[in-house]
T-cell receptor, first 114, second 116 residues
Framework: AQTVTQSQPEMSVQEAETVTLSCTYD???????LFWYKQPPSRQMILVIR??????QNATENRFSVNFQKAAKSFSLKISDSQLGDAAMYFC???????????FGKGITLSVRP | NAGVTQTPKFRVLKTGQSMTLLCAQD?????MYWYRQDPGMGLRLIHY???????AKGEVPDGYNVSRLKKQNFLLGLESAAPSQTSVYFC???????????????FGPGTRLTVL
């Protein structure tokens, strides 16, 4: 079974600074996808970014980018120019191409200091 | 286009009572999922469906049943609620992506269930 580990329960960043959220996963599969989801206090789950395992290029979405290290099974999220609205819980997730399941990490709470 | 909706948004049950949570999506998605979210545990998959009339067990299926009689609806049932089922429940749906890969999962707003 796949596992997703987010070892840091909380992080804090100064507004306008950059922060990196770490995530590692364990799998023996070759066909998989990785995601970062954001959950603000409203509880709504919002997709931040996705990465296909077969792509070597790191995904980027505006201020959000990932550092995908396939051999190390690491998938970190970098948030540049942090904004107050980025404060939320962030979940790393692994999607198995073999069984169509999405496995989530336990999440990290990000606070942004004004 | 309402996306993914969940009914009800809040519910309080007594131990042993039964209830059904309804998830509906209007995006013609093939895949639908039920998760529960508990503090410090992230989201855990309960059951899921890859098409109308099909369901499969996820990570924590015990105590729950599901049905997908119509493509747009996915029902989660608790036959005899227990305090351990107090949680926030999320439904999600997605297309089956190109070449079998996943498209984005769209989540509903969640249902907060308390079992006394």
């Amino acid at each position: 079974a796949q596992t997703v580990t987010q070892s840091q329960p909380e992080m804090s960043v100064q507004e306008a600074e950059t922060v990196t959220l770490s995530c590692t996963y364990d799998t023996s599969e070759s066909d998989y996808y990785l995601f970062w989801y954001k959950q603000p206090p409203s509880r709504q789950m919002i997709l931040v970014i996705r990465q296909e395992a077969y792509k070597q290029q790191n995904a980027t979405e505006n201020r959000f980018s990932v550092n995908f290290q396939k051999a190390a099974k690491s998938f970190s999220l970098k948030i540049s120019d942090s904004q107050l609205g980025d404060a939320a819980m962030y979940f790393c997730a692994y999607y198995s191409g073999a069984n169509s399941k999405l496995t989530f990490g336990k999440g990290i709470t990000l606070s942004v200091r004004p | 286009n309402a996306g993914v909706t969940q009914t009800p948004k809040f519910r309080v049950l007594k131990t042993g009572q039964s209830m059904t949570l309804l998830c509906a999506q209007d995006m013609n998605h093939e895949y639908m999922y039920w998760y529960r979210q508990d503090p410090g545990m992230g989201l855990r998959l309960i059951h899921y469906s890859v098409g109308e009339g099909t369901t499969a067990k996820g990570e924590v299926p015990d105590g729950y049943n599901v049905s997908r009689l119509k493509k747009q609806n996915f029902l989660l049932g608790l036959e005899s609620a227990a305090p351990s089922q107090t949680s926030v429940y999320f439904c999600a749906s997605s297309y089956r992506g190109l070449a079998g890969g996943p498209d984005t999962q769209y989540f509903g707003p969640g249902t907060r269930l308390t079992v006394l």
